[in-house]
Each structure stands twice: as C-alpha cells, then as structure tokens.
C-alpha cells in the first residue's frame, strides 16, 4: 500500500492509538467489564478490529476513521465489510466513503462492499443516509434488525 493511499486517507495499523481514540466515540465500541482496555500491560488494549483481512484508514487530520475487514460473517454476508465509518471532520462524509472504496477495491478488486447500520443507536431520521449519498443501496434486514447497505463494483 502506498503511504498516500488517498487524496484524505492514510493507512493506520489495528491498534493506532489516534484510531483508537476515534473508535472510542463510534457507537460499536466495546469498552470490556473485564477492563483489558484499561490494563496497561495489556499489549492488545488498543485492538479495534476482529479477526480477518483488514484496512484501517486515518484520514490525515485524524478526524476520521474507516475500517475495512473482509472475514466470514455469520449472518452469511459476503463481500467486504465496512466495520466502522466514523468522521468528527469537517469533510463531507458521502466523499469521504467514496474515496474509501476505492482504496477497498484497489485491495479487493470486484467485491460487493456492505456495512450494517443500527438506526437505533444513531441521530439521523435517515439512517445511512451518508451512505446513500454515496450510492450505497439499502439491501435488506439483518435477523437482529440492523439496516444492510451495500455498494457493487461498477458494472455488477
């Protein structure tokens, strides 16, 4: 990967404390009762994403977070995931998630890319409206009620 990987994104590693920081104030965080996040000997604390390939990008104000992992999900999802978009920046988020994409696409060429949006847990009375600026489709319901968006590669 290029150390510019985008014109906003730059790569991060899984466990970036910048990354961290962010992800602390996404609303999927999982801060542990056991406190292995607090626990400084814990060299793993600051670990924000699960098992599987991943991207972890850091916009390069680091004021926005995107993370790609592409890993066998249960609810028998396939494609590459958008695990987390957070952005506390002052750049609009629909080009934000577009240039995402074409990093993910760079890495995955012709994967189906999807996130899963908890409309509950968010402000906006247009839940993954960002995404849908962004020519994310809404696609279906999860068993637990989350929104499935998703965006094909051109020509899908």
């Known amino acids: ?10 790569p991060a590693k899984d466990g970036d404390s910048r990354a ?14 056991d ?19 991943k991207m972890v990008l850091l916009t390069v104000d680091c004021n926005a977070l995107f993370i790609w992992r592409k890993f066998i999900d249960k609810s028998g999802n396939i494609g590459v995931n958008c695990a987390v978009f957070h952005n506390e920046s ?6 934000l998630i577009q240039e995402a994409e074409q990093i993910a696409w ?3 060429p012709g994967e189906r890319l999807y996130t899963y ?3 509950s847990k ?6 993954g409206y960002c995404f849908k600026m962004a020519g994310w489709h809404v696609s279906g319901n999860t068993k ?10 051109k020509g899908e």
């Open 90 to 95: 002052e750049l609009l988020s629909s080009e």
């Open 20 to 33: 961290y920081e962010l992800m602390k104030r996404h609303y999927t965080f999982h801060p542990y009762a």
């Open 1 to 10: 990967m290029n150390n510019m990987v985008g014109f906003n994104w730059l």
């Open 117 to 119: 949006v908890n409309a």
């Open 144 to 153: 637990n009620g989350l929104i499935i968006m998703e965006k094909l590669p």
């Open 122 to 127: 968010i402000k906006s009375v247009n839940p």
């Open 35 to 53: 406190g292995r996040r607090q626990n400084q000997s814990n060299r793993n604390r600051k670990l924000i994403v699960g098992p599987g390939e």
């Open 106 to 108: 760079q890495r995955w």
